[in-house]
C-alpha cells in the first residue's frame, strides 16, 4: 500500500543560468540554522569548484537539504546552461517539485524554457519565485505576465497554469507572497514549499526500488550513487540486484557497504533509509545513471528517459609539438586515455571512443562550453595535450539525406548593432525567426541556426557588440544540411623556424595582422604567432635580429614600439582554430599551431586538397 512521507519535500531549482539559484540555496541553508552563528560562509557555497566558482555558474547539480519546522527538505541545485542540460532530466526524477527561479529584470529566458518543459513533462508541481526583486530596473509584474505566457506555450495543465507566485531578494534573504508585505526572511518560500509540493509516496512494504539519478566520483571510495527511494526500503550489507531498463541483460547481485543522507552541505552515513529519502550509496563499481538497484526477490528496473545524444566533437590528441613534455605532468597517450575514460564516470553527457591512431581519441559533448570545461579542469590538473577544431556530429534519414543539428539562438544586443549581427548569423547560415524590442531599448533577435554556424562565434559576436551583446542557445533537433559556411575570413601568421621571439621580428611581423604573443617567448616552425590582415596564411620570422655594424647599435631596438599581443582565452582559442590546426594546452600555456608544421609538406597538403575539390 503506497503511503505519504509527510516529512520530507524533494524540490529543485531551476533556472536560466545567473538567475540566483545557488545564491538562493545560500540563504535556505542559513535560515534553516545549518550554519553557526559565527560560521564564516563562502558565498555560493555550493559551487564546488574552482571553474564553477570562477565562472559564476554550476556545473553539476548538487544534492543538500535542510530541515523546517518538522519536516526534512531535499534540495537539488541544477545548472542552467543548455550544455549541462542532461543534468538537469535526470534530477527532476527524484523530486516531485521546482522552484522556477526567473530574474525580475530579465524575466523568462531561453533557458528557462529548457528546463520548464522537461518539469512540465514529468508532471511536477511548480512554484515560481521571481527573483532579485530590489534591482533598481526590476519589473515583477511583467516578468510574472512573461511567465504564464511560457507556461501557456509549453501546454500546462489548468492545475499546473494554477501555480504559486512568490517573490524574493536572495541576496537580502526575504520572500514574500505579495509585494506589498514587508518580508524580514524566507518563511514564506518555506511555508509554499510545505504546502504545495507533495510528499513524495511509495509503498514501504514493497521490494526496494532505488533509481540512481546521479554519479559522484570520491578518489578514496570511487563511484557513488544518489538517487531515490520509490519503494520499500533500503539498508547497509543488504543484498540487492543491480539492473537497467534499458538494459536487460544487466543482472547483478551486489551489497549496500555504505550509505549516507544528506544534512545541509554534508553527506551523513545511515544504516537504512525508506521511501521518499534521497540517498547515496558507496562501494558498487560498475554502477550507472539509470540503474536500479532491485529486489531480487521481485526485480523491476525502473523506467528511465534516455541522456540526450552529443552534437559536437573534438579530437584529443597527445601533444608532439617540439616543446611537447616540458609544461605538463601527464603527456602519454595512456595518461590522456585514463583521464578522459575516468570523466565518463560522472559526465553521462560524454562520449570517448578510441580512434584507428592510438595518440588520438574522440570526445563528443553537448557543446563547445561542454568541452571547453573539461579541458580547463584537464590542463589545470596538470595534462598536457592537443584539441582539434570542434565539429558537429551529422546523421541520415531514411532517405540517406544528411541531417545536421539545430539550435535556436537567443540574442539581445543594443539597437545599433542589431543590423550586424543579423548580417553576421544569415552569413553562418541562420534565419530570423522573430524580432521584438525589449524594455531598456535593446533589441531581442531570435534566429534558427546550425550548431556549426556558433562554432567560433562567441568571440566575433562580442567584439561586434563591444561585450554588450549576450546570447543564449537550445538545441533544436535535426533538420536537412544547409549547405556550406565560409568560417574564417582572414588567415594566421606562422612563424617559420624555431627559437625565441624578439621585438624586431615582431616589429615586422605586426604590419601584417593582429599578434598573439610577445617579445621573449618560446616559438617553433608551424606555430601560428597571429590572425592575418589577408585571407591567406603568412609566414613570418619573428627570431630574427638586426645585423650589428659600426654605425647601427643594437640599442636602437628599444625604440621600436610593439603594440600589445592579444591575448586568446581558451574559448577564444576553441574559436579561432581552423581546421587544419590544432591548439596545444598545457598547465601554462596555450597554443595554436598548423597540423602539419612543415611548411613544405603542409603546401603539398594543400595542393593535394585543392585537387580533390576541383578547385
Given amino acids: 500500500m503506497k503511503i505519504k512521507r509527510e516529512d520530507i519535500r524533494n524540490v529543485a531549482i531551476i533556472a536560466h543560468v545567473d538567475h540566483g539559484k545557488t545564491t538562493l540555496v545560500d540563504e535556505l541553508l542559513k535560515q534553516s540554522g545549518v550554519f553557526r552563528a559565527n560560521q564564516e560562509v563562502q558565498e555560493r557555497v555550493m559551487d564546488s569548484n574552482d571553474l564553477e566558482r570562477e565562472r559564476g555558474i554550476t556545473i553539476l547539480s548538487k544534492n543538500t537539504a535542510v530541515h523546517y519546522k518538522d519536516t526534512k527538505i531535499n534540495i537539488i541545485d541544477t545548472p542552467g546552461h543548455a550544455d549541462f542540460g542532461g543534468e538537469v532530466e535526470r534530477v527532476l526524477k527524484m523530486v516531485n517539485g521546482v522552484i522556477l527561479l526567473v530574474d525580475a529584470f530579465e524575466g523568462a529566458m531561453p533557458q528557462t524554457k529548457f528546463v520548464l518543459k522537461k518539469a512540465l513533462e514529468l508532471n511536477l508541481k511548480v512554484i515560481v519565485c521571481i527573483n532579485k526583486i530590489d534591482r533598481p530596473e526590476a519589473r515583477p509584474d511583467e516578468v510574472v505576465d512573461e511567465v504564464l505566457e511560457l507556461l501557456m506555450d509549453l501546454d500546462a495543465s489548468d492545475e499546473q497554469l494554477d501555480c504559486p507566485f512568490l517573490y524574493a531578494s536572495a541576496k537580502k534573504g526575504i520572500a514574500m507572497l505579495d509585494l506589498n508585505d514587508t518580508p524580514e526572511s524566507m518563511e514564506p518560500l518555506f511555508e509554499t514549499i510545505l504546502k504545495y509540493i507533495p510528499a513524495p509516496e511509495g509503498d514501504p512494504d514493497a521490494g526496494t526500488q532505488v533509481l540512481i539519478s546521479t554519479i559522484d566520483y570520491n578518489e578514496y571510495v570511487g563511484r557513488i550513487g544518489v538517487g531515490k527511494v520509490d519503494n520499500g526500503k533500503i539498508a547497509v550489507n543488504q543484498e540487492v540486484l543491480l539492473m537497467n531498463h534499458h538494459d536487460p541483460d544487466k543482472k547483478k547481485k551486489v551489497k549496500i557497504s555504505k550509505l549516507y543522507e544528506f544534512e545541509g552541505l554534508n553527506k551523513v552515513e545511515v544504516k537504512e533509509a525508506s521511501v521518499g529519502s534521497i540517498v547515496a550509496i558507496s562501494g558498487i563499481a560498475d554502477i550507472h545513471i539509470g540503474d536500479t538497484l532491485c529486489d531480487p526477490e521481485h526485480p ?20 608532439d609539438s617540439p616543446l611537447a613534455g616540458q609544461e605538463g605532468k601527464f603527456v602519454t597517450s595512456r595518461h590522456l586515455r585514463d583521464r578522459l575514460y575516468r570523466e565518463l564516470n560522472t559526465d553521462v553527457s560524454l562520449r570517448v571512443e578510441d580512434t584507428d591512431k592510438p595518440e588520438i581519441l574522440k570526445v563528443s559533448g553537448r557543446g563547445e562550453l561542454h568541452l571547453s570545461v573539461l579541458i580547463e579542469n584537464m590542463r589545470r590538473e596538470g595534462y598536457e595535450f592537443a584539441v582539434s577544431k570542434a565539429e558537429v556530429l551529422y546523421k541520415e534519414d531514411e532517405r540517406g539525406k544528411k541531417l545536421e543539428p539545430m539550435e535556436i539562438a537567443y540574442v539581445d544586443v543594443p539597437e545599433e548593432f542589431s543590423g550586424t549581427i543579423i548580417q553576421q548569423l544569415s552569413e553562418r547560415k541562420g534565419e530570423l525567426q522573430g524580432m521584438s524590442l525589449a524594455g531598456d531599448g535593446s533589441t531581442r533577435l531570435e534566429f534558427s541556426i546550425p550548431s556549426r554556424g556558433l562554432i567560433g562565434y562567441r568571440g566575433t559576436f562580442m567584439t561586434s557588440t563591444k561585450g554588450t551583446g549576450v546570447i543564449n542557445t537550445l538545441f533544436d533537433g535535426y533538420a536537412p544540411y544547409k549547405g556550406d559556411i565560409a568560417y574564417r575570413k ?14 624586431y621580428g615582431l616589429f615586422a611581423a605586426q604590419e601584417r595582422g593582429t599578434l598573439f604573443i610577445g617579445p621573449g617567448e618560446k616559438v617553433y616552425a608551424g606555430m601560428v604567432i597571429g590572425q592575418s590582415g589577408k585571407s591567406e596564411d603568412i609566414e613570418l620570422n619573428v627570431c630574427k635580429t638586426k645585423h650589428l655594424t659600426n654605425t647601427r647599435s643594437s640599442s636602437a631596438d628599444e625604440a621600436l614600439k610593439l603594440t600589445p599581443p592579444r591575448i586568446l582565452s581558451l574559448e577564444q582559442a576553441l574559436d579561432f582554430i581552423d581546421s587544419d590546426e590544432l591548439l596545444e594546452v598545457t598547465p601554462s600555456s596555450l597554443r595554436i599551431r598548423k597540423k602539419i608544421l612543415d611548411s613544405r609538406l603542409r603546401k603539398r597538403d594543400m595542393i593535394s586538397r585543392n585537387a580533390k575539390a576541383g578547385k
Wanted: hydrophobic residues 40%; negative net charge; glycine residues 6%.
Fill in 300 to 319: 523491476e528496473p525502473i523506467p528511465f528517459q534516455k541522456i540526450s545524444e552529443p552534437t559536437i566533437a573534438m579530437q584529443f590528441i597527445v601533444n
Fill in 490 to 503: 582572414q588567415g594566421s601568421l606562422i612563424a617559420f623556424e624555431s627559437g625565441e621571439s624578439v621585438t
